[in-house]
């Protein structure tokens, strides 16, 4: 059983198109992330959500939306495609204030912007 | 705001040899987890290992130990015996913990990474 899975696992498109990434975790948990890993391997947060509730908001462009219809997906969809926008993307789960603080990740979406 | 610095970009040991990964952390809060994950080339995130920083004890999980010195902000990685399937990415993850459980709010902040590889 996969804990944290997302899909696609690559995706190849051209600037200026729009996308989206899903996410689903079968966990039970309460917390899902967003995490970009950019062409040097650095991970940063760009979004969490409890609940359905938007948590957390990093200093990403207004063309990301995450969306979470339930507690159990967590969707990123991009607009207007540009190239720095390559990257992968890891969505996360976690049980949100529980003793261990541990965030399972999915396999990651390989975005390239073309 | 928190910053984790990996200081060895690339490091390569023999085969069954130890090898200690550095990782130093810059917060004024006293209430935190500390992490290690690794990314083998398959690209999966995986936790190796996790330290409440209120805790003196070091962290253990099987041939994985760490170094937590809070006072120096340093929390380094050992891997003792080390194997060919121990080849990846690791990176060390910083996480603030409210006093109050925040669901949602516990990111993690990670470093810039550690690429290993174990040569045969």
């Known amino acids: 059983d996969t804990a944290v899975s997302q899909t696609p696992k690559y995706l190849v498109t051209q600037m200026g198109n729009d996308k989206s990434i899903k996410c689903e975790q079968n966990l039970g948990h309460d917390t899902m992330y967003w995490y970009k890993q950019d062409s040097k391997k650095f991970l940063k947060i760009m979004f969490s959500?409890?609940?359905?509730?938007?948590?957390i908001n990093e200093t990403v462009p207004n063309r990301f939306s995450p969306k979470s219809p339930d507690k159990a997906h967590l969707n990123l969809h991009i607009n207007s495609l540009e190239l720095g926008d390559s990257a992968v993307y890891f969505c996360?789960?976690?049980?949100?204030?529980?003793?261990?603080?541990?965030?399972?990740f999915g396999p990651g979406t390989r975005l390239t912007v073309t | 705001a928190q910053t984790v610095t990996q200081s060895q970009p690339e490091m390569s040991v023999q085969e069954a040899e130890t090898v200690t990964l550095s990782c130093t952390y810059d917060?004024?809060?006293?209430?935190?987890?500390l992490f290690w994950y690794k990314q083998p080339p398959s690209r999966q995130m995986i936790l190796v290992i996790r330290q409440e920083a209120y805790k003196q004890q070091n962290a253990t999980e099987n041939r994985f130990s760490v170094n937590f010195q809070k006072a120096a902000k340093s929390f380094s990685l050992k891997i003792s015996d080390s194997q060919l399937g121990d080849t990846a990415m690791y990176f060390c993850?910083?996480?603030?913990?409210?006093?109050?459980?925040?669901?949602?709010?516990?990111?993690?902040?990670f470093g810039t990474g550690t690429r290993l590889t174990i040569i045969p």
């Open positions: 996360a789960s976690s049980q949100g204030g529980g003793s261990s603080y541990e965030q399972y």
């Open positions: 993850a910083f996480m603030k913990l409210l006093g109050v459980p925040n669901f949602g709010n516990e990111k993690l902040t």
């Open positions: 959500y409890n609940n359905k509730e938007l948590i």
């Open positions: 917060t004024s809060e006293s209430n935190y987890y």
